[in-house]
């Protein structure tokens, strides 16, 4: 069974500030990772995902994250904030040998301050 | 430009009373899935199909249904809302699913009175 486990329900950072979002997963087979990001009102949307090969992802509206083993981690990091990256995140697990299920993690609602 | 599109965007229906939520996607991909999200909660996967193979998850309660008469379209329907079926339900497509990004429509917010 996979799980993921997002540490911090709410995030605030300033705007011009560094984003760090985290994400942990559990996986008996080599995971593929995702984040997904969700505005108000709207559905989600792929943000970045992680399948093989290089281990630092990059993906839209300059975001990126790293994919640790060792620390089952995939952090979701972004240099600058701008107040457009206000959302709620999703960091999400599938098991990538065709199974057609994502599990999600509870989210990190993302506020920035002006 | 809309590719995964749910109607309607609201629905209201009362305790007990069927209620059936629609997609539709333009995407021509295989693998169409609900989802259902509380407040503050994951998305929580309830069935998706991969083409016309049915596969439901297994605590998804047996008051939720879905239909997929063709490829473009899929519906969930709930045969006696209760309370706490109050939620959004996200409708989303992969070409084929595991690896492959998957697409969402905006949701439709269902509120039981």
């Known amino acids: 069974a996979q799980s993921v486990t997002q540490l911090g329900s709410h995030v605030s950072v300033s705007e011009g500030a560094l984003v760090l979002l985290r994400c942990n997963y559990s996986?008996?087979?080599?995971?593929?990772l995702f984040w997904y990001v969700q505005y108000p009102n709207q559905g989600l949307q792929l943000l970045l995902k992680y399948t093989t090969g290089a281990t630092l992802v990059k993906g839209i509206n300059g975001f990126e994250a790293e994919f640790k083993k060792s620390e089952t981690s995939f952090h979701l990091t972004k240099p600058s904030a701008h107040m457009s990256d206000a959302a709620e995140y999703f960091c999400a697990v599938s098991d990538g040998f065709g199974n057609e299920k994502l599990t999600f993690g509870t989210g990190t609602r993302l506020t920035i301050i002006p | 430009d809309a590719m995964v599109i749910q109607n309607p965007r609201y629905q209201v229906t009362q305790f007990g009373k069927p209620v059936t939520l629609s997609c539709s996607q333009t995407l021509n991909h295989n693998v169409m899935y609900w989802y259902q999200q509380k407040s503050s909660q994951a998305p929580k996967l309830l069935f998706h199909y991969y083409d016309k193979d049915f596969n439901n998850e297994a605590d998804t309660p047996d008051n939720f249904q879905s239909r997929r008469p063709n490829t473009s379209f899929c519906f969930l329907d709930i045969r006696s809302p209760g309370l706490g079926d109050a939620a959004m339900y996200l409708c989303?497509?992969?070409?084929?699913?595991?690896?492959?990004?998957?697409?969402f429509g905006s949701g439709t917010q269902l509120s039981v009175l």
């Open positions: 996986s008996s087979v080599p995971p593929y």
């Open positions: 989303a497509t992969s070409r084929k699913g595991g690896n492959e990004k998957l697409f």
